[in-house]
């Protein structure tokens, strides 16, 4: 029995053990220190690698790295050329046509023809492929007739003739030549999709590359994989980084200790508020604005407190929008002062939007409190009890919403109760979509690099995400001449956003409170790193550690 | 050499001692305590969870759900993560601390200029985290208490009618308490809680829905024992109904085995809460119970220990206390230990 | 044996049919779409689910369901494009079944040991101490414990590893102990009590009266015929487990089921809970039949019927 016991114990322990040790060793692997090899974390898992189903911003960061499109964000934020050796403008803003390089080649070898461009982006308008991302391109030709299913996806007003490739919009589309950027809208070769079926995109060996690295090594699931140079890509001899390691690091504080212990080259630190104070004056943060913006949505459809304009001003004028983002955040947002996050896009002055557009929000609590009571009295309904609802997805809005409840509570006294509603994140969208909320706080993740990304949200009283459908005729006729009349224009295109935003501000139907940033642990040694507000928010092609 | 100088024969001193009984009669109440009694741990646990129990809802009067979750939106920054400051010079417990990312321990009282005296510190918004650890114990154990409750009713009842009346009811209702525990507890909790959206109340029908199962299966097994048992037979023949029968008879005999069951099953309840929170199906901000303190927290372990440290600590130590007075009263309940 | 055996398999598939059943339809009253992006209109949603088939009426899709079920098809993943959930569930399970053997060999080994150790020195103060630590180990909640392991081991002291999985060995110690915990502290518990009933037993007083070293008496009668019950954990140790993985894959960043289960739940991805929910029931539902089965070979007391 007593040796029978010893040899079971052995055993198990010893099969527990060679589980464990598998191919890589058995305590660890050495950290390999080449000088060409860069290493990253991703804080989720890849879902996919099919560019035209892609959702999530970190797929899209692996996609983007791989995959090239005609154009691509340079440092100073402005597309340029990848791709395309040139792209030209039809002066009503309606044609664009793109000549390719010529030579392209997938990673598999094979050519990479305009054809290939052609046919993604009609597979991405094809709703039998069920892409979440097809209103994207709503604006070239037969889009929504192909969405709706009367025209086929042949039909798309996107059209190959050898090397050029034409693009016919219905509209002009200031923005258009930013879509030429994403990942998510590159070529795909359409027999490579139709062998793969499918399983396209599914594994790293289930795609072709036309980027700067290819995937290997991810099988669907793991949690560990690399990006290996492209010699097939057009550019390689600039690319100066044979091999980035990846590896999914879901929790943050492990990050930054991976960061701290040298086996990862980046680490976000904007994930909580003690997080970012403590390492914000680490030497190696970087901040890099991202195009998102919090504001509070008010019910003005069904709220008969809310649809009083002097209640919705003195709200507004309670909000301590420094101190809330001291208190909240920790800082590792920033104070909102405009609807348009900060850092979007450059004026045709060369200004940073926002602070073009900026009408001017303050703090006064005397103002706040007296139009508060005044529109009370005219409201005449007694004490004001709204509930202030929020999504429970990260730290941040927690304790956002329970210093906005404190906040206003202490400022308007008994006048008013606050009652929180922290829901996850489907819940809270279903409630918003069905106007089931009283305040609300939202976040919003722009498209692309334009205002419009913004502004469109509330070009209509009833549009799809004009939450608290509230009806602002100055605001919807200056987002309806920026659109239109002068969607060539840019300077007036800008006047019209700063109308729109001054008017959003005088009728206080929102209530902007942070612009969003991302603040990160960079190795110093690592440079030629592109960040992107919006997009690819890193863009590594030429990438390299000194 | 004579034997009778070493040993004394003692005999019988009084004849009438040897015929009075020593141990006094005892109700099965008064043996249960006394047997309970030796056991240290679980007598230490029963004061523990009494003193807890007076806390909690004496504190109900002094310090509402309120006071707890405000703080001052123009001094939070003096006011936040201040560390636990006892006023008496007890390592880690007087007031210094490092400010997160900061490398040498402070008084940050002294350096905030806060006269204010802290004994557990305070939350990163600038809120005693004393008062609300109290005021999460207290949402925590009413969360317990109440699926517990549900629990009681339901899980007896359910026990009771499977086991008495037997036959196909009885298999039927056991096949879905089978179907009920092939699903992992994790799994029907969270859908629950999904389902009936986040709030004290949802969070406590999830808990109830699942734990009531093992209460029924030992309602159930005693029932079948007790059912053949002659007084409940003598009952039977009586003319009792059953749930007169139930009553009077069942359940006062098998109360042993419930409250037992009862004390596994808060703690068991106090945890799952803490689980939900984990993946933020908890309680609804800014009132928090332990688990969400606990799971709000956990990216402050690494600048602010003491802020998850303390929660845990509380929930781990009331759950402890229930388990080993559960284990005490199982003991004082077991027949075997009667001639003890 | 044998007609028990199928008898047990088939009340299991009657019950996995209700599982299914009763999931399903509780996915379909749960709020919002299977979809990630939030900005998708209401003609593109409609548009979605007449392309994935989600417009049809729920009974039809609840038959397609079971249908494909059937050929052992779960269904595509909406979060993971592309990815049928057998596949997603096939590649991780091994790694949860992995860290959950680990933890749950470790556990029993060390409860095991304490539970003698234990009950050998019955109310003296070794057994006290382990009382409480078995106690403690039951009301400290894996995730706790893993948190607290996490920044111990792996940030402040820096000795193990702090996240992944497949590298190393050393990679699945800190996890393996925040889980191996609970089942340690349920052994203890039980080999000591199921220990002392035996070590009163009239064969092991006999075995003492004959003059055995307690030593003996301990290792040729008592650890056996105590360890059988053990057996009938099994079930509720494997609960437990489930339970615990799915926070602390998550904590570690190790690509398991259950790190899955809970990043399917806030997007809805319902083939994927769905998928995880079955293969959880079916594992459960095994566990307890295998426990069943063998506490009824080794035990001839206890009868199949």
């Known amino acids: 029995m007593k040796r029978w016991q010893k040899w079971t114990a052995a055993i198990v322990v010893v099969a527990a053990i060679a589980g464990g040790g598998k191919a890589a060793g058995w305590w660890g692997k050495s950290s390999d220190s080449n000088k060409k090899t860069l290493h990253m974390a991703l804080p989720t898992e890849i879902q996919t690698l099919d560019t035209s189903k892609i959702t999530d911003q970190y797929s899209a960061l692996i996609a983007g790295n791989t995959e090239s499109n005609l154009l691509r964000t340079d440092a100073k934020g402005d597309p340029v050329p990848d791709l395309a050796k040139s792209y030209h403008v039809s002066d009503d803003g309606l044609t664009y046509t793109v000549t390719l390089r010529s030579g392209l080649k997938w990673s598999d070898g094979s050519a990479l023809t305009a054809q290939d461009v052609v046919y993604s982006w009609q597979r991405l308008a094809d709703p039998k492929t069920g892409s979440q991302y097809a209103e994207l391109i709503s604006n070239v030709q037969n889009a929504k007739e192909i969405a709706d299913g009367q025209k086929p996806a042949s039909e798309l007003g996107v059209n190959a003739d050898g090397n050029t490739i034409t693009f016919h919009l219905t509209a002009p589309t200031p923005q258009f030549k930013y879509l030429l950027t994403f990942g998510t809208l590159a070529p795909q070769k359409q027999s490579y999709v139709a062998k793969q079926g499918g399983k396209y995109g599914t594994t790293s060996a289930k795609q072709i590359y036309s980027g700067a690295y290819k995937l290997e090594g991810w099988n669907g699931t793991n949690n560990e994989f690399k990006m290996v140079k492209n010699e097939h890509y057009w550019d390689a001899k600039n690319v100066k980084t044979e091999q980035i390691d990846w590896q999914v690091v879901k929790n943050p504080e492990t990050a930054i200790k991976l960061y701290k212990q040298g086996k990862i080259d980046r680490a976000s630190v904007s994930n909580s508020a003690e997080m970012y104070q403590a390492n914000k004056n680490n030497k190696a943060a970087q901040s890099v604005p991202v195009a998102a913006a919090t504001y509070l949505d008010y019910n003005q459809k069904d709220n008969v407190f809310l649809k009083n304009k002097k209640i919705r001003q003195a709200l507004n004028l309670a909000t301590n929008r420094k101190d809330l983002n001291q208190q909240a955040t920790g800082g590792s947002r920033d104070a909102a002062q405009s609807l348009v996050s900060r850092g979007l896009v450059k004026t045709s002055q060369g200004e940073d939007l926002s602070n073009y557009v900026k009408p001017g929000y303050r703090y006064d609590k005397q103002e706040a409190q007296r139009l508060f009571k005044e529109g009370l009295a005219e409201v005449n309904q007694g004490k004001m009890k709204v509930t202030l609802e929020t999504d429970a997805d990260a730290p941040i809005s927690k304790s956002t919403a329970d210093y906005l409840k404190q906040a206003y509570e202490s400022t308007f006294g008994n006048d008013l109760q606050i009652t929180e509603k922290i829901v996850p994140f489907k819940q809270r969208l279903k409630d918003a979509q069905a106007g089931d909320f009283d305040i609300m706080v939202t976040n919003w993740t722009g498209d692309y690099q334009d205002g419009a990304t913004f502004y469109d949200l509330f070009a209509t009283t009833d549009s799809g995400f004009n939450f608290g459908h509230f009806d602002n005729p100055t605001y919807q006729a200056a987002i309806k001449k920026a659109n239109t009349q002068d969607a060539n224009q840019p300077a007036e295109r800008e006047q019209d956003f700063k109308t729109a935003e001054k008017a959003l501000m005088d009728d206080a139907n929102i209530n902007p409170i942070f612009s969003w940033k991302n603040t990160a642990l960079v190795r110093s040694n690592v440079a030629g790193v592109v960040n992107n507000p919006v997009g690819l928010s890193m863009d590594l092609t030429h990438a390299y550690r000194k | ?340 | 044996m044998a007609r028990y055996i199928l008898k047990r398999l088939l009340i299991l598939i009657v019950t996995l049919w209700i599982v299914v059943t009763a999931t399903f339809f509780l996915m379909q009253v749960l709020p919002g779409t299977p979809y990630n992006n939030p900005k998708l209109s209401a003609s593109a949603i409609a548009q979605l689910n007449s392309s994935y088939g989600l417009d049809k009426p729920v009974l039809v899709q609840y038959g397609d369901y079971l249908l494909n079920l059937l050929h052992g098809d779960f269904g595509t993943s909406f979060q993971y494009q592309n990815q049928s959930v057998s596949t997603l569930i096939g590649q991780r399970l091994p790694v949860s079944a992995q860290l959950g053997l680990q933890a749950l060999v470790v556990g029993v080994l060390v409860g095991l040991w304490f539970g003698a150790l234990s009950a050998r020195h019955q109310n003296q103060k070794l057994d006290g101490f382990l009382g409480v630590l078995s106690t403690l180990g039951i009301s400290t909640p894996s995730f706790i414990l893993a948190i607290m392991l996490l920044f111990l081991f792996g940030y402040d002291l820096g000795w193990l590893p702090v996240s992944g999985w497949g590298d190393s060995f050393s990679q699945t110690i800190l996890p393996t102990l925040a889980l191996a915990v609970g089942p340690a502290a349920i052994t203890t518990r039980f080999v000591r009590s199921e220990m002392i009933d035996v070590l009163h037993s009239d064969y092991i007083q006999l075995a003492r009266a004959k003059g055995i070293g307690e030593d003996q008496v301990i290792r040729k009668h008592a650890y056996r015929n105590s360890m059988i019950p053990i057996l009938t954990l099994m079930g509720p140790m494997t609960a437990n487990l489930l339970t615990g993985s799915t926070l602390v894959e998550n904590i570690f960043s190790i690509p398991g089921i259950g790190q899955q289960f809970v990043s399917s739940i806030p997007t809805k991805d319902y083939p994927v809970i769905m998928g995880t929910t079955i293969v959880y029931a079916l594992m459960l539902m095994v566990m307890i039949l295998i426990t069943d089965i063998c506490t009824a070979l080794v035990d001839p007391r206890v009868r199949l019927n």
């Open chain 2, 1 to 340: 050499m004579a034997a009778s100088q070493d040993f004394t024969l003692v005999g019988i001193q009084n004849e009438a001692a040897t015929e009075t009984i020593n141990k006094p009669a005892l109700t099965f109440w008064q043996s249960v305590w006394h047997r309970l009694k030796k056991n240290k741990l679980a007598v230490l646990s029963l004061y523990f969870l009494i003193a807890i129990g007076i806390f909690a809802l004496g504190s109900t009067a002094v310090l509402s759900q309120n006071a707890a979750n405000q703080f001052n939106t123009n001094q939070a920054s003096k006011y936040k993560n201040l560390p636990p400051k006892s006023g008496l010079p007890i390592p880690y417990w007087n007031g210094t601390g490092k400010e997160a990312g900061a490398v040498d321990r402070t008084d940050l009282y002294e350096a905030r200029d806060v006269s204010q005296k802290f004994i557990l510190g305070t939350d990163n918004l600038g809120r005693s985290l004393a008062k609300r650890i109290t005021v999460g114990l207290r949402i925590s154990l009413f969360v317990a208490l109440a699926a517990t409750f549900i629990d009681l009713l339901f899980g007896v009842t359910y026990g009771l009618v499977s086991g008495w009346f037997g036959g196909w009811i009885d298999t039927v209702m056991q096949r879905i308490i089978e179907i009920i525990s092939a699903i992992p507890t994790l799994v029907v909790v969270t859908l629950l809680a999904l389902l009936f959206g986040s709030g004290i109340g949802s969070i406590i029908l999830a808990i109830a829905m699942t734990n009531w199962v093992a209460m029924a299966r030992q309602v159930r097994n005693q029932t079948l024992t007790l059912k053949e048992r002659d007084f409940v037979l003598a009952a039977k023949t009586l003319g009792s109904s059953g749930p007169k029968i139930a009553y009077r008879h069942l359940v006062p005999n098998m109360a042993g085995t419930i409250i037992v069951q009862v004390m596994m099953t808060i703690p068991a309840a106090i945890m799952f809460e803490a689980v939900l929170s984990a993946i933020n199906l908890g309680v609804k901000a800014p009132t928090a119970s332990l688990g969400t303190l606990i799971a709000d927290s956990q990216s402050m372990l690494e600048y602010y220990p003491y802020q998850i440290l303390l929660p845990a600590f509380v929930l781990v130590f009331v759950s402890l206390a229930f388990i080993l007075l559960g284990d005490g009263l199982r003991d004082a309940f077991d027949p075997k230990m009667l001639d003890e």
